[in-house]
């Protein structure tokens, strides 16, 4: 701490000009922070849960943009049928929850507009 001030003092710099020089630096960091890291934590929480929460029936879609029902569930690797009896096995983080959910929103929009 003595160190600290003595810098100071030998620089003639106080204390609050140093923050006045790191305060667009720290500001431009909040800014980084706030619309890049954080939305990104949050989208692999999703599909972290989204991933555990996977059962035998679900339509899913893999990150590879393979479409299938799951068949089986062993551990941490699913059994996709693409087709009659066609069966693929994909461990459980290549199913991707926003393809998912994309496919899942088109396939509803389809619906209610073969309805009208």
Known sequence: MTNVAFIFLQTGADP?????????????????WYF?????????????IFSNEIEKGDEVVTSSGILGKVNK????IITLE????????????????????AVIASMTEKTEDDKE
């Open 16 to 32: 609050a000009s140093l923050l006045a020089n790191f305060g667009p630096l720290i500001l431009i960091f909040l800014v980084f």
């Open 36 to 48: 890049f890291i954080r939305p990104q934590g949050k989208k692999q929480k999703e599909q972290e």
């Open 73 to 76: 569930i062993e551990g941490n």
């Open 82 to 101: 693409v087709g009659n009896k066609t069966y693929i096995r994909f461990t459980r983080n290549a199913i991707s929850k926003e393809l998912t959910d």
